[in-house]
């Protein structure tokens, strides 16, 4: 196991960050309607990819004094997912990058961000401290079943009553099992969830976001 207090690597974005395929200008906008940059707490991301979405989180998130926690192993073919096209995830990412480092893009984009706290890991060895608190969590790492709960689990005990955590690719064929890993969640936790959103993103694909009771 992997604790967040052992592997703290900050990474002190350029001005134009990379693109980001998820829409994180509609995040925004709903984190700042529900007023979750008033309450106790800091902001995590699982999946950076080339980190244009997490500079964004982190510009807003610096204006509220919190920090953005991002896991991600910054390696492509972690995700042997395969969609339903039989295409790889991993080719996917690949294509995007041009032949670059996943890992040189992201630090490049987000190095003049000291408020990022990275943890280059897979997200099923992390285990974060007791104490830690999120308002906001997004989850855009592997598409497998078993790794969606993983990530659901890590996070859901550490965030606060009226916090959110969104998944992306929900009801995006190509990646089913995320689909169907949230949908067992929201059954599992339908007790604990007081409310969820879809916000249809980039390229017509949905995130869903549930809020803590």
Not at 16 to 36: C, H, K, M, W
Request: hydrophobic share 40%; glycine share 8%.
């Amino acid at each position: 196991m992997v604790r967040i207090a052992d592997i703290w690597h900050r990474i002190p974005g350029l001005k134009r960050p990379p693109p980001e395929f998820v829409g994180y200008d509609n995040l925004i906008a709903f984190i700042t309607r529900q007023g979750l940059m008033q309450m106790e707490g800091d902001l995590i991301e699982v999946g950076a990819y080339m980190g244009g979405g997490t500079v964004k989180l982190a510009r807003l998130a610096a204006r509220h004094d919190k920090r953005v926690y991002v896991i991600d192993t910054f390696d492509p073919d972690m995700d042997t997912t395969v969609s339903k096209s039989t295409v790889p995830a991993a080719e996917v990412y690949r294509a995007f990058l041009k032949g670059r480092s996943m890992w040189e893009v992201y630090r490049e984009a987000t190095r003049r961000l000291p408020n990022i706290v990275t943890i280059i890991e897979d997200s099923r060895r992390v285990v974060l401290d007791e104490e830690t608190r999120f308002v906001f969590a997004f989850v855009d790492g592997c598409h497998q079943k078993d790794c969606v709960k993983s990530d659901f689990r890590l996070i859901w005990p550490h965030l606060v009553s009226g916090g959110i955590i969104g998944f992306h690719d929900y009801r995006f064929d190509d990646w089913p099992e995320v689909t169907e890993a949230v949908d067992e969640l929201m059954d599992e936790h339908k007790d604990d969830i007081l409310d969820r959103h879809e916000i249809v993103g980039d390229y017509g694909i949905s995130s869903i976001l549930l809020t803590k009771r």
